[in-house]
């Protein structure tokens, strides 16, 4: 199952967050970086201290002080080389593999890739559709899909049908 949540990223308790992430752990949003300081002190410079991520690679990690399980990060883009389609749709299809080799049954996903001279909210949530639905199945696993804004809650509702 799929449904669009307006709420906080920081606030979602299903078993894992999705955090888009520069591949130096950089958060790629205002969102982004609401979560990392909800999850504590120390808890990012604990990931980062992993070393930097391949664009397009996922990597699951504790939650700090969310109200979730883990929190799968997707090296969505760098300094060098941001955001784009392809790295997207490769770090997207990573982040659903981490999360079955977790055995995880509830999701929530920021819109990815809609920032400043990114993807429009219509064009993210079409990018995204078929990958989540493929993992979600047919409802043996929940995916929440957080919007935060007009555009994007509008354009969350439009693709996966909601009201």
Not at 129 to 154: M, N, Q, T, Y
């Amino acid at each position: 199952m799929i449904s669009v949540w307006a709420g906080r990223l920081a606030a979602a308790s299903t078993e894992a967050v999705l955090r888009p992430t520069r591949s130096d752990w950089t958060p790629m949003s205002p969102a982004v970086r609401d979560l990392d300081v909800a999850a504590g002190t120390g808890w990012l410079e604990t990931c980062a201290a992993q070393g930097d991520l391949p664009v397009g690679s996922a990597v699951v990690t504790g939650s700090g002080d969310l109200p979730c399980d883990v929190v799968i990060h997707l090296a969505v883009g760098s300094r060098q080389e941001p955001a784009a389609t392809r790295s997207l749709t490769s770090a997207l299809r990573n982040a659903l593999r981490r999360a079955s080799e977790w055995d995880l049954a509830s999701l929530t996903v920021p819109i990815l890739g809609t920032g400043p001279g990114g993807l429009e909210p219509r064009e993210a949530c079409a990018l995204m559709a078929p990958l989540l639905a493929g993992w979600a199945g047919k409802g043996e696993r929940e995916v929440r899909v957080a919007s935060r804004g007009d555009a994007e809650i509008e354009a969350a509702r439009a693709t996966w049908k909601e009201s």
